[in-house]
């Protein structure tokens, strides 16, 4: 059962990429033929729709859309172009780099990656690089930030220290570690995409030229401040931060409601949430379980690192990074390391990697966050068949970015942490 439900799962994205409609809406047809076929019920089905990451979705697309509906946006997106200037290669180190800095210094991965994408996205339009690649690159960059010392991914390491007794250093390890992973990464997706035959427009707005932002312009970047306050401090959920930010906003008639409801990109939440609904009968019927244990019975001391980051990768896949894969695989990695005599940090570093970096897919809270960027940013362009050939990058870029961290975690994780824990 677990491989005939793997088996569907593929059949509903050649099925969709085949006859070019929306994956979401044929995965639930897949779905329902499934249920039927393991014995289970439509309310199965049903109850694989998250209603976390549909609220997450709705939230932060909606309070970009009256984000974008007043141009603050492209104002922002202008402004930092005009600070670089016709250095345009400097535009995907400062995206990186702005990633890595707001996520260190307190929130963490989740409610950055709500700001992110949109202005990646927007910078991109702007001076001729794939929106896609900024995006990515953005978020890539936010990798080794999520686990600063001060964050939730960092304190949720430190945690799982202690409860094992070890004494090293871990934090500082996982962030190097983490790091190279992340500039490699970065790297090869500006190749791949070409961004280094991106050359400056020949017409570039001086630091001076650009206007200032209007009172409802600063009101609603003020209200992504106001979201991340919400979140941080008082403990709010980031999709319900964003509902009431966006309700403020609206009260304060800094957009119309209409318009920006209208300018969502409900295609691509329809094909967010209805693929995750058969990604979980999948895992139901175990068909993660299945590879992930298949990867465990081949650990040694050489492969552990690697292993732990795929297995990682593949649980985060059908569950949160922050509240599953972490909580439940850092603990393990003190043990398991003992086991295979491999450094515990090395594998910590592992499955912190996979964990962020399957966030790619977008059936995950990064990808899914992506294509809502690109949706709201491209409206005319982001037809359809444009959709569908994102998620199929998105699904493909998760994959070979966990074989990337394979591969460096084979390289130099664990000499890293001999080295420096």
């Not at 202690?162 to 570690?177: C, F, P, R, S, W």
Request: glycine share 10%; aromatic share 6%.
């Amino acid at each position: 059962m677990d491989i005939v439900a793997i088996i569907f799962f593929f059949a509903a994205i050649v099925l969709a990429f085949l006859r070019k409609n929306n994956i979401g809406i044929l995965a639930m047809f897949i779905g329902v033929i499934a249920v039927r076929v393991f014995g289970l019920s439509d309310s199965d089905l049903i109850g694989g729709i998250s209603v976390s990451l549909f609220t997450t979705l709705v939230g932060i697309t909606l309070l970009f859309s009256i984000v974008t509906k007043t141009g603050a946006l492209d104002l922002l997106a202008r402004k930092i172009v005009a600070l670089a200037g016709k250095r345009v290669w400097l535009l995907p180190i400062l995206i990186a780099v702005t990633g890595f800095v707001i996520t260190a210094i307190g929130p963490g991965g989740v409610p950055v990656l709500a700001i992110i994408p949109p202005l990646a996205v927007s910078i991109a339009r702007r001076t001729g690089y794939n929106p896609l690649m900024m995006a990515l690159i953005g978020i890539t960059g936010m990798l080794p930030g999520r686990f600063s010392p001060i964050t939730p991914e960092g304190s949720i390491i430190i945690s799982a220290v202690e409860a094992g007794g070890y004494e090293g250093v871990t934090n500082a390890v996982i962030m190097l570690n983490t790091g190279i992973t992340s500039i490699i990464i970065c790297l090869i997706l500006f190749f791949v995409f070409k961004g280094y035959k991106v050359k400056a427009p020949e017409q570039i707005e001086g630091t001076g030229s650009v206007e200032k932002f209007n009172k409802k312009q600063l009101a609603s970047l003020g209200g992504i401040v106001l979201m991340l306050i919400l979140i941080i401090f008082f403990d709010v959920n980031i999709g319900m931060a964003a509902f009431s930010v966006s309700a403020i906003l609206l009260i304060m008639r800094v957009a119309d409601d209409n318009e920006c409801i209208k300018a969502m990109p409900w295609n691509t939440i329809i094909m967010v949430l209805c693929v995750g609904a058969l990604l979980n009968i999948v895992d139901e019927m175990g068909g993660i379980s299945m590879m992930t244990d298949a990867l465990a019975s081949i650990m040694n001391s050489t492969t552990a690192a690697p292993l732990m980051g795929l297995s990682a990768g593949l649980l985060s896949l059908v569950s949160s990074a922050l509240s599953v894969v972490y909580p439940t695989m850092m603990p393990m990695c003190i043990d398991l390391a003992a086991q295979v005599s491999a450094h515990p940090v090395a594998l910590m570093s592992a499955v912190a990697a996979g964990g962020a970096l399957a966030g790619y897919s977008p059936m995950s809270t990064g990808g899914a966050l992506i294509m809502g960027a690109l949706g709201n940013e491209m409206e005319e362009e982001f037809t359809k068949e444009y959709q569908n050939k994102v998620f199929m990058q998105l699904l493909i870029i998760a994959v070979v970015t966990l074989v990337i961290l394979i591969d460096c975690a084979a390289l130099f994780y664990n000499p890293i942490a001999n080295l420096l824990s």
